[in-house]
């Protein structure tokens, strides 16, 4: 069993003593968990250590395993100069992740480096572990904004490379918890900043892995967390295996969560395949509402899947309601995939001679002409959820005052610019909120002079 352990730590440069100058006494508790971390990591002698950080390279569809024979890093940035690292790489494990990920067609590999030197994520966890075991080459692997499954596959096939290659390794999941605890923190209070710490401690006190995927993302990204991919990436590589789970500790002093746990494999156990349970559950979630959806989001599911299927527009069927047949008007699609949005296509006006044409031309460019994402395969259609929008008349309004984030969608304009917003998102709470993402979307610039116009939508499910 090639993965000796997996430890959850944070990465707090405070926590380092010629950093913190004495501020690091009131995260102790954290500083003596790591040591012990430190301390079993020594007892165990890994050949290799991988560290995932949020802090090292990151895209947005891709994950970096950071290539060469090794880096170099210091604290430079943090005031202690004299804290420097070199590490050496285990090339041939580096080799061997990116080798299974392109097998299995997981955007992941050495390409796109873009900062050779290490980043903080990794450095913390490694001054704690080079004060005690000397031993080791290191792997380091950034996090992507793809979706959390995504992440857990990542560690599923990190642990099939270590046993392929007979490394015997550990994992260090890096990452803080929320950064929204206290009023006095540097980054304000959120409600969801205790309730994403207390969820997610209680999720690794029970080595509950498979709950770590239903966290949603707005909620997460509401909580300010930094390390939830970084777990999740760990949760995939005990896949199949029974855990011991053990915390050792959890601090939100600094108004930022820092929890220290360790967890210990304990031979196979069935049960403990979170990623196939939570992608039946939805591929059941997403059958079902495609049995039960209406007309309009019907039409669009049967336009994508004959587009994914087969590249063929989907001819307007002739047993639609009148509405779709008789009426003009703009309509988004949107697919999501896992919680994640995988496209969205729309149009403000009516660009085709019926409401069903529209939905069926937008459908098309939703799964394959979005530029955020690349096109849907046919593997991906039984777990998309598709909506569709169909837009009201817009109308001129004076000022913000008359907008809803509920009820309203806004149309910003500045010259021949103009972006658009639909109402009620996930994660848009505010009209400034809203009216500064339509804008982004328009290329139209904070200091520019914009127009409004706002307009209602029926949302099909």
Known sequence: MPLLAAFMVPHPPLIVPQIG?????????????????????????????????????????????????????????????????????????????????????????????????????????????????????????????????????????????????????????????????????????????PEYDRRIMDVCARAAFGEMLEFDENFCEKAAECGHRSFVIMAGAFDGLGVKATVLSHQDITGVGYGVCTFYPEGEDESRRFLDAFLEKQEKDCREKAETGDPYVKLARASVESWVKYRK????????????????????????????????????????????????????????RDPRFDPVKEKELKYLEISVDVLGEAEEIASPEELDVKRYGVIVSCGHKRGLLLPDLDGVDTVEEQIRIARQKGGIGEHEPYRLQRFEVVRHF
């Open 21 to 193: 100058k004495g501020g690091e006494k009131q995260i102790l508790e954290t500083t003596k968990a790591y040591e012990r971390v430190a301390g079993e990591i020594a007892a165990l002698q890994p050949d290799t250590i991988i560290i995932t950080s949020p802090h090292a390279v990151m895209y947005a569809d891709y994950f970096h395993i950071s290539p060469g024979g090794g880096a170099h890093g210091s604290f430079t940035r943090f005031g202690a100069p004299g804290v420097r690292f070199s590490e050496s790489y285990d090339t041939e494990l580096v080799k061997r992740i990116s080798a299974l990920a392109d097998a299995e067609e997981l955007p992941a590999g050495t390409l796109g480096e873009r900062d050779k030197s290490l980043d903080h994520g990794t450095m913390v966890p490694l001054w704690f572990l080079r004060n005690q075991y000397a031993g080791g080459r290191l792997v380091r692997i950034g996090l992507s904004g793809l979706p959390l499954t995504e992440h857990y596959r990542l560690g599923k096939i990190i642990a099939k490379a270590a046993s392929e290659t007979e490394k015997k390794i550990v994992l260090i999941a890096s990452g803080d918890l929320s950064h929204k605890l206290q009023t006095y923190g540097p980054y304000g209070f959120a409600p969801e900043g």
């Open 313 to 368: 527009k989907l001819p307007v069927p002739k047993d639609l309601p009148e509405e779709l047949l008789s009426r003009r008007a703009g309509a988004f699609v949107s697919l999501h995939k896992n919680g994640s949005l995988r496209g969205c296509i729309g149009t403000i006006a009516a660009t085709q001679d019926t409401l069903a044409e529209e939905i069926i031309s937008n459908a098309i460019s939703a799964c394959s």
